[in-house]
C-alpha cells in the first residue's frame, strides 16, 4: 500500500513568486494534516481537514497560505506570495480517524522542502 | 499554552551505548504522549505512545513511561545501534481528549557511531 507520498520534495524560488505544494494521503484516510518545521524548529501544525472540510485552520501562518482538498482526496497549499520566512520543510500527514479513541498515529510523507530567495 | 520541550541535540553515541532523550511538556488536562522518529530520507513515523499517567510505551527496544508529577516522557534505550541514526521528535495531542493536533517538539538529532 502507497504510503503519503507529497511532491515536489524540494522547490526554490524567489520572494514575491508562487508555489504550490501537493499531498496524496493514504488511500482511505478521511484526515489529512499540514505542518511545517522551521529552521530545525519545532515541527508545527498549520490545518487539519476532515474529508474535503477544513476542520482546524487554527495554525495557517495568514492569508497568504491557502489549503485545498478537493473531493476530500489529495491536497495542495499553496503560499502565494512567498516570503523569505516561509522557507522550511511543510509535511503532510494522514489518519484514518481522528477523534478520542482513534490510535493516535498519523503517517506522515517525506515532507516538501521550501527555499525562498 | 500547550507546549513540548526536548534536549538539545545532536547526541553522538557509540554502538551498545545506553541512550536517553529528554522530553517534558506543559498542557492542561491529561494529553497522550508519542515519540515520532525520522530516519534520513523518510517521513516521520510513530516510534511509541503513552495514553494516561504511569503508562509505557515501548517499540524496537525504546521505551518511555509517561510521567505526571514531573511532566516528562523521557525516551531510553539501553543498547542503540547505528541503524537507530535519526531525529526523534516528542509529542502530546491536543485537544488531550483526541487526536486531532499534536505539538511537537524541535526534535534531538542522534547518531550512533560503529
Known amino acids: 500500500e502507497a504510503g503519503v507520498t507529497q511532491f515536489p520534495s524540494h522547490s526554490v524560488i524567489e520572494k514575491g513568486q508562487t508555489v504550490t505544494l501537493r499531498c496524496d494521503p493514504i488511500?482511505?484516510?478521511?484526515?489529512l494534516y499540514w505542518y511545517r518545521r522551521v529552521m530545525g524548529k519545532e515541527i508545527k501544525f498549520l490545518l487539519h481537514f476532515v474529508k474535503e472540510s477544513k476542520q482546524d485552520e487554527s495554525g495557517m501562518p495568514n492569508n497568504r497560505f491557502l489549503a485545498e482538498r478537493t473531493g476530500g482526496t489529495y491536497s495542495t497549499l499553496k503560499v502565494q506570495p512567498a516570503e523569505l520566512e516561509d522557507s522550511g520543510v511543510y509535511f503532510c500527514?494522514?489518519?484514518?480517524?481522528?477523534?478520542?479513541?482513534?490510535?493516535?498515529?498519523?503517517?506522515f510523507g517525506e515532507g516538501s522542502r521550501l527555499t525562498v530567495l | 499554552g500547550n507546549s513540548v520541550t526536548q534536549m538539545e541535540g545532536p547526541v553522538t553515541l557509540s554502538e551498545e551505548a545506553f541512550l536517553t532523550i529528554n522530553c517534558t511538556y506543559t498542557a492542561t488536562g491529561y494529553p497522550s504522549l508519542f515519540w515520532y522518529v525520522q530516519y534520513p530520507g523518510e517521513g516521520l513515523q510513530l516510534l511509541l505512545k503513552a495514553t494516561k499517567a504511569d503508562d509505557k510505551g515501548s517499540n524496537k527496544g525504546f521505551e518511555a513511561t509517561y510521567r505526571k508529577e514531573t511532566t516528562s516522557f523521557h525516551l531510553e534505550k539501553g543498547s542503540v545501534q547505528v541503524s537507530d541514526s535519526a531525529v526523534y521528535f516528542c509529542?502530546?495531542?491536543?485537544?488531550?481528549?483526541?487526536?486531532?493536533?499534536?505539538?511537537f517538539g524541535a526534535g534531538t538529532r542522534l547518531a550512533v557511531h560503529p
Open positions: 488511500s482511505g484516510h478521511d484526515n
Open positions: 509529542a502530546l495531542s491536543d485537544p488531550p481528549g483526541g487526536y486531532n493536533k499534536l505539538i
Open positions: 500527514a494522514s489518519s484514518q480517524g481522528g477523534l478520542a479513541g482513534d490510535t493516535g498515529e498519523l503517517f
